[in-house]
């Protein structure tokens, strides 16, 4: 029985590099689109299967490989959303995409990924604006057609008709998904601020919560800032969001003083973005994302469900 896994070694395939290069560009597609860097990888998997159940002679025919793989883990992701928008109805308390720590920060992606793998996917998902907690925030209240047209011709430069081709609809049908999906941004996100700002108001607050200093958070704090924790019925964690930026002083101040010195909050850049880390007895236990506008904290993001955690912890 032929193993369609990899090509056999008697065969040499001259254009298995270009293949696996390719890795890195679909990781980064497949978390955009999944917010979740583990389905990204099961994508990604799936994709590459599929590949490798083709005999070489189908391969050969494929014009553009990078376009195939492209093609086929953009239609996984798709099948992949619609299965999850039922998960996640059964949710407990609040989803949040999964937190994506800097490359230097990587410490293992699935169980027995070492620091130094060269295909850790951390290190093939490219962080800028387009993985940022908020917008993938915002792509999580979009449908699966209007994400993927997004995320294919805004930050992918694919045209509408190559999308169309993907997804089964019309150029301008997607054309039309893209608009709405940009407005739907448009509207949800205040203009970006200087990763410096971020930094500055991200490290007063890890000062003034350390202080245990209900005033200076309420005033980084917008009043009408949230706060939204992910705990997925694992862990403990504020089961609806907490509104108003006194509300959440001092929830987050209670929580200080619960812990009586355990938690060590340390700055961290997350998704891209000035963040925070919680570490108990050096493991990490959260991870906040935030959101800022007009030099107030508009929207923090705890992530402490364990299995959104796995690539901020050893083992």
Request: aromatic share 6%.
């Amino acid at each position: 029985m032929t193993d369609h896994a990899q090509p056999r070694r008697d065969e040499p395939d001259a254009g298995l590099d270009t293949i696996i290069s390719e890795r890195r560009r679909l990781i980064g597609l497949a978390y955009r689109l999944l917010g979740s860097l583990a389905e990204a990888e099961d994508a990604v998997q799936e994709t590459y299967t599929r590949w490798y159940a083709m005999s070489r002679q189908q391969q050969e025919a494929i014009e553009t490989p990078g376009a195939w793989l492209a093609t086929v883990a953009t239609r996984v992701c798709l099948d992949l959303l619609g299965s999850a928008r039922v998960r996640r109805e059964r949710y407990v308390g609040e989803w949040i995409p999964e937190p994506l720590p800097e490359r230097a920060d990587w410490i293992s992606g699935r169980s027995g990924t070492a620091a130094n793998d060269p295909a850790d996917p951390a290190d093939r998902v490219t962080l800028d604006e387009s993985v940022s907690m908020a917008l993938l925030v915002v792509l999580e209240s979009m449908t699966p057609a209007q994400r993927v047209a997004l995320i294919l011709h805004d930050v992918f430069g694919y045209p509408f008709g190559e999308i169309a081709g993907i997804t089964g609809r019309t150029p301008a049908a997607c054309r039309e998904l893209a608009s709405s999906a940009r407005r739907r941004v448009r509207a949800s996100l205040p203009p970006e601020n200087p990763t410096a700002h971020q930094e500055r108001l991200v490290r007063q607050f890890k000062q003034a919560w350390d202080a245990q200093d209900i005033n200076a958070l309420v005033g980084l704090l917008a009043p009408g800032a949230t706060f939204t924790a992910d705990g997925g019925g694992v862990v403990a964690a504020a089961v609806h969001p907490i509104e108003g930026g006194e509300g959440i002083a001092r929830y987050l101040t209670g929580l200080a003083v619960r812990a009586a010195g355990a938690l060590t909050v340390l700055e961290r850049m997350v998704n891209g973005q000035a963040g925070l880390v919680i570490e108990h007895e050096g493991v990490t236990v959260a991870v906040y994302a935030f959101n800022v506008a007009d030099d107030r904290i508009t929207q923090i993001w705890a992530v402490r469900n364990p299995d959104k955690l796995r690539p901020w912890r050893a083992g």
